[in-house]
Structures are given as C-alpha cells and as structure tokens.
C-alpha cells in the first residue's frame, strides 16, 4: 500500500522560509506524478507545484519564483521549499502522487484531486504578518 506522510509545516512570520517534506513507501514503479496541493479555509484545494520522473516541474503563479519543488530519489522523499512566504500561503499543504507506467503522462497538467491516487494527511502552514 502506496503511503505519503508529509512533514515540517509550521507558523513563520512573513517573509520566512520552511521545507516541507513527503516520504513515499510502498510502491515499486519507477515512474511517478507527485505534486504538492494547499487548502486554505474557505476555498477550494489547489494545486501548488508538480514534479514528473522525467524531471519536469510546474509552478501556481502564486508561488512562482518562490517556491521550488524537488525530490530525493534515494530517500523517496518529495520536498517543498518555499521561500519570501506570505500570509495569503497559510493553508494545510498536501502531498499526492500517482505511480504508475504512464504516471508522467499529462502530470504537468494534472491539477485536481481525481489525477491523484494517494494523498498524505497534510501538513499546517500559518504566516503571520
């Protein structure tokens, strides 16, 4: 059973910096999609940044020269730095992925929760003024 449980959420003030982190387990496929989605209260859960396999990666405007996504293939872990944060960034941050043989097919571009099969239980991120 393919699991993600994510990491290193916390409150910063504006302008600070965090890493959040993402260990996969369970799955055996080489090829993945894994992707980073925020929810703040009262909107709707949206898609941060994406990374492929094949070492593509995609960025919200909102996060945009801010945030890099990145991952450790040797520790199955997904990482998120996020860098100059902002206090419309407060939100539960989430990490999805799909593993599969055709995972990287359309991963740029898979932005709602149905292009994920497997979801972490998310990690807090408050920023204050």
């Known amino acids: 059973q393919v699991q993600l449980v994510e990491s290193g959420g916390g409150s910063v003030q504006s302008g600070g910096s965090l890493r959040l982190s993402c260990a996969a387990s369970?799955?055996?496929?080489?090829?993945?999609?894994m992707a980073w989605f925020r929810q703040a209260p009262g909107k709707e859960r949206e898609r941060v940044a994406a990374?492929?396999?094949?070492?593509?990666?995609i960025y919200a405007d909102s996060v945009e020269g801010r945030f890099t996504i990145s991952r450790d293939n040797a520790k199955n872990t997904l990482y998120l730095q996020m860098n100059t944060l902002k206090p419309e960034d407060t939100a539960m941050y989430y990490c999805?992925?799909?593993?599969?043989?055709?995972?990287?097919?359309?991963?740029?571009?898979?932005?709602?929760?149905?292009?994920?099969?497997?979801w972490g239980q998310g990690t807090q991120v408050v920023v204050s003024e």
């Open positions: 369970g799955y055996t496929e080489s090829r993945y999609c």
């Open positions: 990374l492929d396999s094949g070492g593509r990666t």
């Open positions: 999805a992925a799909r593993f599969s043989r055709f995972a990287n097919v359309g991963c740029m571009v898979a932005s709602s929760n149905r292009d994920f099969g497997v």
